[in-house]
């Protein structure tokens, strides 16, 4: 081996070196950042009711929780049931009709054999479709309470966030995509019949 | 040195193109979005598929419907578009089941849920080829939407690649709105009676 081929073959292995510190580097200040996050969390806010809360798809803005037996409809339920209702005011900020509120908020702790809560427009005392978009609607979730849980005399939601992507990371496709939570908010349960 | 800048030269020519393809690359969205067939409020616009044509838009506060037993009101914090027009399938049975008001800001306002058990609504409207039908959709957007509007008319919402009429409202301007509008049931060829108040 010569000399010169000596030096070519030092030099490729220095910048060999080189680029793998690099990336060793920078792999370990990006695991040890996610770890430290994970470790760390961001303490959630918490919102009053009547405060508008930014989700990115919606504004959503609490009114006030109750406990009753006659849903929105007024029309009473063959059997009694009891109910839990919650008002609040919706603004749907994306480009398009939605009707994806089940995933808005959750009871927090969430509570055993609890069904999804139902979504009424309060203009139609009906079952509320679509929302559109930059139209503000007072809606009302009713959950049909499990007869063997108490209902507790203050209901702690945790609101959810979404964010939107042009492009997603497995097909490119634009969608609306869950964040970590925006709020959470306490609402004291009053009584209607 | 001439090699150096020639080198040079060559790595930023790459990225240069590199950054041009990767901001002008159509995305998923793009690739499969609707293929649009354009037309105008008043004239039959005919795809492949269906045919449609709109033939009257009215604008209102309210909606009236009167039902068997008892009649409702809905009201809106905007304005109620209702559609009136025919459609009219092709080559084979079909329903339309996505319709859109695409305002002059870009939003896509889906047709109101809140009127779909109203008598000819597109959606529920089966087409057959040959068969002109009358449809009706109803619209709730915000006043500042209604000038410079576009009618969004597809077989779904999802499909990709799906045929989209798109029809131009020309002409339709947010300035007779009546205050309200009653849909009744009607017997014969149109289902549906529209009569403003």
């Avoid at chain 1, 996050?37 to 989700?55: F, N, R």
């Avoid at chain 2, 709109?54 to 009167?66: F, N, W």
């Amino acid at each position: 081996m010569s000399a010169e081929q000596r030096l070519t073959w030092r030099r490729r292995l220095f910048a060999f070196v080189v680029a793998s510190v690099g990336a060793a580097a920078a792999t370990a200040i990006s695991f040890a950042m996610t770890v430290y996050e994970a470790a760390h969390p961001k303490p959630v806010p918490i919102a009053a009711p009547g405060q508008p809360i930014d989700t990115g798809r919606w504004t959503i803005t609490f009114r006030d929780a109750r406990t009753g037996s006659l849903p929105p409809t007024g029309i009473k339920p063959s059997t009694p049931k009891k109910l839990v209702m919650v008002e609040f005011d919706l603004d749907n900020r994306s480009a398009s009709t939605s009707n994806v509120f089940s995933r808005l908020f959750a009871i927090e702790p969430p509570i055993a054999n609890l069904p999804p809560p139902a979504f009424y427009l309060a203009r139609d005392k009906s079952v509320a479709g679509g929302l559109q978009p930059d139209m503000p609607e007072r809606m009302i979730a009713v959950w049909e309470w499990p007869a063997a849980v108490p209902v507790p005399e203050q209901l702690r939601l945790k609101v959810a966030t979404q964010i939107h992507k042009q492009r997603d990371n497995l097909y490119g496709a634009p969608g609306w995509f869950d964040r970590e939570p925006a709020a959470f908010v306490t609402l004291a349960v009053g009584t209607s019949p | 040195m001439s090699a150096f800048l020639k080198g040079l030269g060559g790595v930023a020519l790459a990225a240069a193109v590199l950054y041009g393809m990767q901001r002008t690359t159509p995305g998923y969205g793009d690739i499969t979005s609707p293929r649009p067939v354009t037309g105008k409020l008043g004239h039959r616009l005919e795809g492949r598929a269906f045919a449609i044509d709109i033939a009257k838009v009215q604008l209102a506060r309210r909606v009236i419907t009167k039902g068997a037993s008892r009649d409702s009101t809905f009201t809106t914090s905007g304005v109620w578009v209702v559609v009136e027009g025919t459609a009219e399938a092709l080559n084979e049975s079909l329903t339309l089941l996505s319709a859109e008001w695409l305002g002059p800001n870009g939003v896509r306002y889906a047709a109101s849920q809140r009127l779909s058990s109203l008598p000819g609504m597109l959606p529920g409207q089966r087409l057959e080829p040959g068969l002109p039908t009358p449809v009706l959709m109803a619209f709730e957007i915000p006043e500042s939407q209604v000038a410079g509007g576009t009618l969004l008319i597809a077989r779904s919402a999802w499909a990709p690649l799906a045929e989209q009429a798109r029809i131009e409202m020309a002409g339709v301007k947010p300035v007779d709105i009546h205050s309200s509008l009653v849909v009744a049931r009607a017997q014969g060829r149109v289902p549906w009676a529209l009569s403003a108040q």
